[in-house]
DNA sequence: ATCCTCCCCTAC
DNA sequence: TAAGGTAGGGGAGGAT
């Protein structure tokens, strides 16, 4: 622990004063470098080679200075892995040798100071194979050597915004590591490639897809149903087979019959023991006894025939679409829960009844003809869960697997659930089913046994209470056909690596700032605000050993902080109260193992509202147009709302709508809806009519005057609205108490000048609030209201000015977060397969049009990225090997290194 | 008594 | 190599 005394901890202790001091001493110490040898420069040998001293040498550091200023390269006083190429030294201790040999990763040579002098007397850069210092050379020293010389001097003169040197580049591309501090496109490629994210974020775009379906073929239901005429509700729910790898075996007919199992590992992997996750496997697989989760190495010793299969995200997506239009074909009603899961609410259904001259006579065949249905379209199984309810529903779906049905109605789920195993209870996961296990509770008879008391005191209120009544196979529960989100968030919690030096933290603020972009992003496509922010960080425990999963987070603690914000959704606003979130948590960079960055109080715009509103989307949401019709609804919906928190009431509701006909139960409960709504003085037939979120809106409204408060997360409505309240009356309060800004705070924000995240930072910890008010009374001043207080005309000079040097650094950070190279890496995929069959001419003329562009964004500036987008065509050219591909991609990475060394200088000015 | 924060648990 | 996300509900315990 001693040797770590000069690391930095936390953010916190390098952006204090240390670390702004020594950027601007060595800004200034390169400032005068270049200056005194910009007319006196004469030759371009050290052109793009940047030199650090270590220790006494002859001719002396003076010396080397001299030398190398005047042969047109840069000399750095204070070492740092970006910027040095070669660090020159002599007569070094073996400690100092061990010290330096990790330089080597990064590509970084050490010479002799010899090399300088000759290089300049050759006037041309010398192999430094001759100047190597003896104890340095291994392995890789002697690689690194081959591909400097074979890249000649050029590979000298790259720029350092691309790396230290060509071999660098080269070293990277073959060991292709991926974490954070190799990745500068880290978050975007992570994204990209999660399976969970994939998964995680179907809700979101849910209502798009649904909107495009509806758009394009209007109303979809084709089967008759009238809910009054119903005598008991029907549920479905459908899951797809293995989803992921059957859509796979539809796409490649070849693939069938055959064990497989869908992960990222290549099928030709050399790696034994790979830690790479199978995500989906089939039937055939699973006779193996290979499961969902299970590591590839572990699957292919069980299965040694497995064929490993590719994500293929866009495909589950389109199939998804194809079996979701089934879905509304079939009923008015669709809950989606996944891609390739559904509840479908069949109450009401008219049977007997006709599908393509078939006859259709009870549900089964109607749920026949669905699977079938399905299964044309997509070529993929499908297996449904008949039930009176949504749980009785999916219970059944787990006995229908695979390409079945089975159904369960509530008469009989007390028989048909006795002998089923707690763990098979949805709601029931392996830490609820361990702690029943330990009570001795096996099966849902035994847990039918323990009364409400008793699950109580074992595992709360609602848990209690939703253990109790699912293993009796009990549900009132609504289909969600839509809610709006509560919360919006990203989190990465793989491949997170960083280095305990400055250059690490500078990667985890980049890190940190990508993942903020990542959710101001979704907070944007989902039109909402967010008013609280919550922060989360895995930190590596203590003596946790390496993780068996490849870049995995291995044994990590969770802690997490929140806050709340002014209603925002951009990245200048959350960003750095993350970092500030980021600090409080004190997690060493190299035990930092992953973040997590959450909204919530979401407020949504008016132009949602709208949206939310627009003819073909309530059309699916409010389809019922008889009254009598909305009335069971609004019922049936009530109920949730009302379930949390009032018991009393939930058990009335229970006794209502149970299981005995719907239209009977519904009729019964409007009885003392209506009562209670004409109490507060409304029309019922008014009220019937008004859209559902209002209805819930007004209810609470008369909840709250009976006295009877809800909880606030009852409804999401109202929640947003009364977190847009309370969060006015919570900055009315701040303002306060805080808006006196004296002149020396004015004068401290002002002197840690933002240019760059660490001083933001500073100034965050420093000030943050009064900077944040400043500018709320600037924005005030400018919209010719009177502000709040009144402002001395120093102060609001002083204000102004720190706005600016706020606005400038914040539209940097901004440019670069909206760098081109981000999203043009998301396309040249699709760009290469779209020009692979053109004539070579053809594909010439689409090649230059994609230098100039490259070009054309390099000139603006653009310049971060290009790494990541230089990493990602290498291997392209690897996947694509030995066709024109590779020719162009080299050619393009020639190219785009003599533009990046012309426009060097530009760059690293513009970037500081 | 109620709210808020920081977790935990679950589902896909 | 590999891509361990997203969102909702709920509980314990402290703050108000």
């Known amino acids: 622990m001693s040797e770590k005394l000069d690391i930095p901890k936390t953010l916190k202790d390098w952006d204090g004063d240390f670390g702004a001091y020594m950027e601007a001493k060595e800004d200034k110490l390169r400032v005068q470098f270049r200056k005194e040898f910009e007319s006196r420069k004469t030759l371009s040998v050290f052109a793009g080679v940047t030199i650090w001293v270590d220790g006494e040498t002859s001719p002396s550091r003076e010396e080397l200075r001299k030398l190398v200023g005047l042969g047109g390269g840069n000399f750095e006083t204070y070492f740092s892995r970006h910027l040095v190429t070669h660090i020159v030294a002599e007569n070094l201790s073996a400690s100092k040798i061990k010290e330096l040999k990790k330089y080597r990763l990064h590509s970084i040579c050490v010479v002799r100071p010899q090399w300088v002098v000759d290089s300049f007397v050759n006037k041309k850069i010398q192999p430094v194979a001759r100047y190597l210092i003896p104890g340095m050379l291994d392995d890789h020293q002697k690689q690194l050597l081959f591909a400097n010389k074979e890249l000649k001097s050029s590979s000298m003169e790259t720029g350092m915004v691309y790396g230290s040197s060509a071999g660098k580049a080269e070293y990277h591309r073959r060991t292709a590591s991926r974490s954070t501090s190799e990745n500068p496109n880290f978050v975007r490629d992570f994204f990209a490639q999660s399976r969970l994210h994939f998964i995680g974020s179907f809700r979101a775009r849910y209502e798009k897809i649904l909107a495009r379906m509806i758009a394009e073929e209007g109303t979809l239901c084709k089967l008759p149903y009238d809910r009054c005429k119903a005598h008991e509700r029907i549920v479905f729910h459908v899951d797809m087979d293995c989803f992921f790898a059957a859509v796979s075996v539809a796409k490649t007919p070849g693939l069938r019959n055959q064990p497989i199992a869908v992960c990222h590992a290549r099928q030709n992997s050399e790696i034994v023991d790979s830690s790479c996750e199978i995500s989906s496997a089939n039937y055939e697989a699973r006779a193996f006894g290979i499961h969902a989760g299970m590591f590839v190495g572990e699957a292919r010793k069980l299965a040694p025939s497995l064929v490993t299969v590719p994500y293929d995200f866009e495909a589950y997506e389109k199939t998804s679409e194809l079996i979701y239009r089934k879905f509304l074909e079939y009923a008015e009603r669709v809950e989606a829960v996944s891609v390739d899961e559904a509840y479908l609410e069949m109450t009401g259904i008219q049977l007997p009844l006709k599908i393509r001259d078939k006859e259709i006579c009870d549900i089964e065949d109607l749920a026949k003809e669905l699977r079938v249905d399905i299964e044309t379209v997509s070529g993929c199984t499908a297996s449904i869960g008949i039930g009176s309810n949504k749980t009785l529903a999916r219970i059944a779906t787990k006995k229908a697997k695979p390409n079945g049905q089975f159904t369960i109605w509530s008469y009989e789920a007390i028989e048909k659930l006795s002998l089923l195993p707690v763990g098979e209870l949805p709601g029931v996961g392996w830490i609820t089913r361990r702690r029943l296990n330990s009570m001795n509770i096996f099966t849902c008879q035994q847990l039918r046994e323990l009364s409400l008391e008793t699950l109580e005191k074992e595992f709360g209120k609602q848990t209690a209470l939703s253990l109790f009544e699912t293993c009796r196979g009990k549900d009132n529960r609504p289909l969600d056909l839509y809610r709006p989100p509560k919360s919006i968030g990203a989190e990465v919690n793989w491949g997170v690596r960083f280095e305990n030096n400055l250059q690490g933290l500078e990667k985890c603020k980049k890190f940190i700032m990508d993942i903020v972009e990542v959710v101001c992003e979704r907070l944007k496509a989902a039109d909402a605000k967010a008013t609280k922010l ?198 009315n309060k701040e303002n306060r108490t805080l808006l006196q800004p004296t002149l020396t705070q004015l004068d401290d924000i002002y002197q840690a000048k933002n240019q760059g995240l660490s001083q933001l930072v500073v100034a965050e910890e420093f000030q943050s609030r009064s900077i944040r008010e400043c500018l709320e009374i600037l924005q005030d ?130 970037l500081d």
């Not at 024109?884 to 513009?910: F, N, P, R």
């Open 534 to 731: 919550s922060y989360k960080v895995l930190r590596k425990q203590k003596d946790a050993p390496p993780p068996k999963k490849y870049l995995g987070c291995g044994l990590v603690d969770e802690f997490s902080k929140s806050t709340s914000l002014p209603s925002s959704d951009s990245v200048m606003e959350i960003g750095p109260r993350c970092l500030t979130l980021h600090e409080s948590l004190n997690v060493p960079l190299d035990d930092l193992r992953g973040v997590g960055i959450h909204c919530f109080g979401l407020e949504f715009s008016s132009h949602y509202r709208q949206r939310n509103n627009d003819i073909t989307l309530s059309k699916y949401f409010q389809i019922d147009k008889n009254p009598q019709q909305l009335r069971i609804d609004s019922c049936l919906r009530i109920g949730r709302v009302f379930s949390k928190q009032d018991n009393m009431r939930k058990d009335k509701y229970h006794e209502r709508v149970k299981d005995a006909p719907v239209s009977r139960n519904s009729e019964g409960y409007s009885h003392s809806l209506d009562e209670l709504i004409t109490k507060n003085g409304w029309s019922p037939e008014v009220f019937v009519q008004l859209p559902n979120e209002l209805q819930q809106e007004l209810l609470k409204d008369i909840q709250s005057s009976n006295q009877k408060p809800f909880r606030e997360n009852s409804s999401s409505l109202s929640s947003s609205f009364r977190c847009c309240k309370r969060s006015r009356s919570k900055r």
């Open 781 to 910: 001043v400018e919209h010719a209201k009177k502000p709040k207080i009144d402002i001395p005309c120093e102060y609001s000079n002083m204000m102004n000015s720190v706005r600016q040097e706020q606005e400038i650094w914040y539209r940097t950070l901004h440019n670069l977060m909206k760098d081109p190279f981000i999203e043009l890496s998301k396309y040249v995929r699709t760009w290469i397969k779209q020009i692979e069959p053109f004539q070579p001419d053809l594909r010439r003329q689409h090649q230059e049009a994609l230098f100039a562009s490259i070009r054309h964004e390099i000139e603006k500036g653009h310049l971060y990225q290009v790494q990541g987008f230089m990493r990602l065509l290498g291997s392209i050219a690897i996947e694509y090997e030995d066709n024109w591909v590779s020719c162009m991609v080299a050619e393009i990475e020639e190219w785009i290194q003599s533009v990046m060394h012309k426009t060097y200088d530009g760059a690293v000015l513009k």
